[in-house]
């Protein structure tokens, strides 16, 4: 995590990129965003994406499980499965403030910016059920934050709050329209059913 931490404070001195970053978290339990992660062609085409003013990193903490709790012999009790995250999460789900406070909800792009001792921060998730299916759902994220960014004026790409306020205003936007679309997928379909 120190070693992130670095690259984040260097990458906020840099005046030519905006202050706002993306990450891509995983665990080596999504193996198609692992092998998309891993491609140095995919690599490529996402930096082709981003272009040079939106900076994305890749972070893959231990993968958590989940654990049933043991009773002792002679006792009763409900089997609710329980998150165990390993130690060595700790700071990156402190430091992000993951929904849930753990990795359970991994992978997700993750879009973030510091203002003063503050994390404001935008989580989209990825699907990955092949690996073109994973590289599509990266692909689209990346694009919906290459079109908020080239939307922005240059003198305002130094400003955190700003630029948090647009891709999150352009997000909200982006969820209710897949929405609707879906709603009106149900419509169809259920429309379909009726003679």
Same mark, same amino acid.
């Given at each position: ?11 906020? +001195? ?7 970053f993306g990450v891509i978290l995983y665990t ?16 490529n085409a996402f930096n082709e994406i981003t ?26 009790? +409900? ?38 001792d503050d994390v404001l921060k935008i989580e ?48 909200? +936007? ?22």
């Amino acid at each position: 995590m120190e070693d992130f931490e670095r690259i984040v404070t260097a990458l906020e +001195h840099d005046k030519s990129i905006a202050s706002i970053f993306g990450v891509i978290l995983y665990t080596d339990s999504h193996p198609y965003i692992k092998k998309v992660m891993r491609d140095e062609d995919y690599w490529n085409a996402f930096n082709e994406i981003t272009g040079e003013k939106f900076t994305v990193l890749s972070v893959k903490p231990k993968a958590g499980r989940l654990n049933t709790p043991s009773f002792p012999p002679g006792s009763l009790g +409900h089997m609710v499965p329980i998150w165990k995250e390993p130690r060595d999460n700790y700071k990156l789900v402190d430091a992000f403030e993951l929904q849930d406070k753990d990795t359970s909800q991994l992978p997700l792009l993750l879009i973030f910016t510091r203002v003063k001792d503050d994390v404001l921060k935008i989580e989209i998730s990825i699907t990955e059920q092949s690996v073109d299916s994973a590289y599509n759902s990266i692909k689209d994220s990346l694009e919906f934050c290459s079109k908020v960014i080239a939307g922005i004026l240059p003198e305002n790409l130094n400003n955190p709050e700003g630029l948090y306020a647009s891709f999150s205003l352009q997000n909200d +936007h982006r969820v209710r329209i897949n929405k609707i679309k879906n709603c009106l997928k149900l419509y169809t379909f259920i429309k379909g059913l009726i003679p």
